[in-house]
Structure formats: C-alpha cells, structure tokens
C-alpha cells in the first residue's frame, strides 16, 4: 500500500485498517513458524505497511 493511498482514507478506515493489518501480521508470523511461507518476504512487506499506516495516524494526531 502506498503512503498516497493511505492519505486518501479517512480516519475511521485507517484505524480499521491498522487493525486489520495488525491481526493479519500476527497470523502470517505463527503460520511461518509452524510451517515457512511460500514467500517470507509478505511478513516484512506487512510490517512496513503497518509502519506507514501508523505513521500516518501519529501525523494526525489520532489516539
């Protein structure tokens, strides 16, 4: 996801998103422990985005 995408959304999606993200990232970290991913890349590729999008909510203020 790019950073223009994520300053398009509001703040309701964006927290929605974070979430979202937030719970995908946790899932994906277990299923590579238990077996390796396809592409181990996509965990840090997630945690980036989770790095843009929080970094977007800070610059807002949002809590």
């Known amino acids: ?3 223009e995408e994520i300053r398009r959304m509001d703040d309701a999606d964006l ?10 990232y946790e899932q ?3 299923l590579h422990k ?3 991913l396809e ?6 590729r997630m945690r ?4 843009r ?3 977007e909510k800070n610059a807002r203020g949002l809590k």
């Open 15 to 24: 927290l929605e998103q974070i979430r979202d993200m937030k719970k995908k």
């Open 48 to 51: 980036r985005t989770i790095a």
């Open 39 to 44: 592409d181990p890349l996509e965990i840090r």
């Open 34 to 36: 238990v077996q390796p």
């Open 1 to 3: 996801m790019k950073m």
């Open 28 to 30: 994906l970290r277990i």
């Open 53 to 55: 999008l929080l970094t």
